[in-house]
C-alpha cells in the first residue's frame, strides 16, 4: 500500500525563489495535515485540510506561505519568496477522518540560501 | 511556550532492559496522546495512544501511562531492542468539535540501545 508521498526530497534554492513542495495523501483519507521541523521549533503544525477545505491555517508563519488542496489527491505548500530562515524539513500527514491517526510522509528537506 | 515537553533530548539503554521515555504537558484542553517514532530521513510513524479517559494502554512490548493530575506520560519498551533506536516524539490533541485537529508534538527524545 502506498503511504503519504512527498515530492521532492530535497530542494536546495535561493533566497527570493519561489519552491512548492507537494503531497499526494493515502487513498481514501479525508484530512491533510502539513508539518514543519526546525531544531529550534520541533514539529509544528503549519495547515491542515479537511475534505479539501481549509480550517485552520493558523499556524502559516508569514503571508508567504500558501497552501491549496484543488483535489483530495493532492496538495501542494508554496513559499514565496523563500528565505534562508525557512529552511527545514516539510511533512505531509494524512487521516481517514478528523480525529483519527495521522500517517506521515517522508519530507522534503528544504534548503534555501 | 511549549505545551508538550520532553525534557530529555537523549536516553541510552542497554538491550534487553526497560526504557523509559517521558512527557509532559500544559494544556488541560488536551484530551488523546500519541506516540511517534522516527528514524533518520525518514517520517515520522505512529506508535501508540492513548485517550484521556483511560490510564494505561498496552500494545505489545510497549505500553503507555497517562498520569491526567500530574499532565504527565510516559512510554515504556520491554524489553529494549536494537531497532527500538529512534527519536520517539509525544504528541497531543485537544477535542474542540471541529477546531484545531493538528497534532502539538515535544522536540523528542533520542533513544539509543546499547548492545
Known amino acids: 500500500d502506498a503511504g503519504v508521498i512527498q515530492s521532492p526530497r530535497h530542494e536546495v534554492t535561493e533566497m527570493g525563489q519561489e519552491v512548492t513542495l507537494r503531497c499526494k495523501p493515502i487513498?481514501?483519507?479525508?484530512?491533510l495535515f502539513w508539518y514543519r521541523q526546525t531544531m529550534m521549533r520541533g514539529l509544528e503544525l503549519l495547515i491542515y485540510f479537511n475534505n479539501n477545505v481549509p480550517i485552520d491555517d493558523s499556524g502559516m508563519p508569514e503571508d508567504r506561505f500558501s497552501a491549496k488542496m484543488p483535489n483530495a489527491s493532492f496538495s501542494t505548500l508554496k513559499i514565496q519568496p523563500s528565505e534562508p530562515r525557512d529552511s527545514a524539513v516539510y511533512f505531509c500527514?494524512?487521516?481517514?477522518?478528523?480525529?483519527?491517526?495521522?500517517?506521515f510522509g517522508p519530507g522534503t528537506r528544504l534548503t534555501v540560501l | 511556550d511549549q505545551q508538550v515537553k520532553q525534557n530529555s533530548p537523549s536516553l541510552s539503554v542497554q538491550e534487553g532492559r526497560i526504557s523509559i521515555l517521558n512527557c509532559d504537558y500544559t494544556n488541560s484542553m488536551f484530551d488523546y496522546f500519541l506516540w511517534y517514532k522516527k528514524y533518520p530521513a525518514e517520517g515520522p510513524t505512529f506508535l501508540i495512544s492513548?485517550?484521556?479517559?483511560?490510564d494505561k494502554n498496552e500494545d505489545g512490548r510497549f505500553t503507555v501511562f497517562l498520569n491526567k493530575s500530574a499532565k504527565h506520560l510516559s512510554l515504556h519498551i520491554v524489553p529494549s531492542q536494537p531497532g527500538d533506536s529512534a527519536v520517539y516524539f509525544c504528541?497531543?490533541?485537544?477535542?474542540?468539535?471541529?477546531?484545531?485537529?493538528?497534532?502539538?508534538f515535544g522536540k523528542g527524545t533520542h533513544l539509543i540501545i546499547q548492545p
Open positions: 504528541a497531543a490533541r485537544g477535542s474542540t468539535g471541529g477546531g484545531a485537529d493538528g497534532l502539538t
Open positions: 500527514a494524512s487521516s481517514f477522518l478528523r480525529l483519527d491517526t495521522q500517517y
Open positions: 487513498s481514501g483519507h479525508n484530512s
Open positions: 492513548i485517550s484521556s479517559i483511560k
